[in-house]
């Protein structure tokens, strides 16, 4: 079942949603995992795909995705930190993905990956690296549902919130409301409690370790909303 809910500003009035990243969930036991942060008011499950090319790191791939999709409601939000993800959009798209997320730096044809998902019934959304300039995403700012702003290096969980990717999360802000744009703005990496302060604005916090690492889950999942 594809995600036909509203946009977050409205779903929220003014709010954020809250994407717990099974990252750093217990993978013996994804559908508890998942279920627990649902029963706790998360509102997307954020699937971090990892191929150990793109990163050195490797997760998961779309059956996974596809047995989560029997056990939860919630939007499937797969970020695809992946080479050449052209190859696997289709599978993800097949899996039951609500959303696909791809890097700018991933492949050479951007414009096409971010159609097919598109044109596969999911968000579509684009992301970069926290060294690489907004610019590289502007052209593509028309073509995407979501853009994601990186705040660690890709590829890891529990890593530090990176304070240098503030001005690029404002200047984002800046130029989707000045184009009057529908685009969701999420963060992704470091961000808990103390660091939620600087992503103030944002539509949509990613957060893995600061969730499922929490004794409190309930808690932790409201101290960033
Ligand atoms: C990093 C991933 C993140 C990560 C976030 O490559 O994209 O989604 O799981 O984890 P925390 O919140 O622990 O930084
Ligand atoms: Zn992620």
């Known amino acids: 079942m594809k995600y036909q809910g509203p946009w977050p500003r409205e779903a929220k009035l003014g709010g954020v949603l809250l994407a717990p990243s099974i990252l750093s969930s217990d993978f013996a036991h994804l559908a508890s995992e998942v279920a627990s942060v649902e029963s706790h008011g998360a509102d997307w499950v954020h699937v971090?795909?990892?191929?150990?090319?793109?990163?050195?790191?490797?997760?998961?791939?779309?059956?996974i995705v596809a047995s989560l999709r029997r056990h939860t409601k919630m939007p499937l939000?797969?970020?695809?930190?992946?080479?050449?993800?052209?190859?696997?959009?289709?599978?993800?798209?097949?899996?039951?993905?609500?959303?696909?997320?791809?890097?700018?730096?991933?492949?050479?044809?951007?414009?096409?990956?971010?159609?097919?998902?598109?044109?596969?019934?999911?968000?579509?959304?684009?992301?970069?690296?926290?060294?690489t300039k907004l610019g590289e995403i502007l052209p593509f700012l028309d073509q995407v549902d979501l853009v994601l702003v990186m705040t660690v290096e890709p590829g890891f969980g529990g890593q530090s919130f990176m304070h240098n990717q503030?001005?690029?999360?404002?200047?984002?802000?800046?130029?989707?409301?000045?184009?009057?744009?529908?685009?969701?703005?999420?963060?992704d990496?470091?961000?808990?409690e103390a660091?939620?302060?600087?992503?103030?604005g944002v539509d949509c916090i990613v957060a893995g370790s600061a969730v499922f690492g929490a004794s409190n889950r309930a808690a932790a999942l409201k101290a960033l909303s």
Not at 172 to 186: A, G, M, P, S
Not at 189 to 192: A, E, I, M, S, Y
């Open 195 to 200: 660091t939620r302060v600087y992503v103030e």
């Open 48 to 63: 971090d795909v990892m191929d150990n090319h793109f990163v050195p790191n490797l997760t998961l791939g779309a059956p």
């Open 166 to 187: 503030v001005e690029k999360i404002k200047s984002l802000r800046e130029t989707i409301d000045q184009r009057n744009l529908k685009v969701v703005i999420q963060v």
């Open 77 to 131: 939000d797969c970020h695809l930190m992946v080479e050449n993800p052209e190859k696997l959009i289709p599978d993800f798209l097949k899996a039951g993905a609500d959303g696909i997320t791809i890097h700018v730096e991933s492949t050479k044809d951007v414009a096409s990956c971010l159609r097919s998902i598109r044109e596969g019934g999911a968000r579509c959304g684009i992301t970069l690296r926290p060294h």
């Open 189 to 192: 990496g470091g961000v808990n």
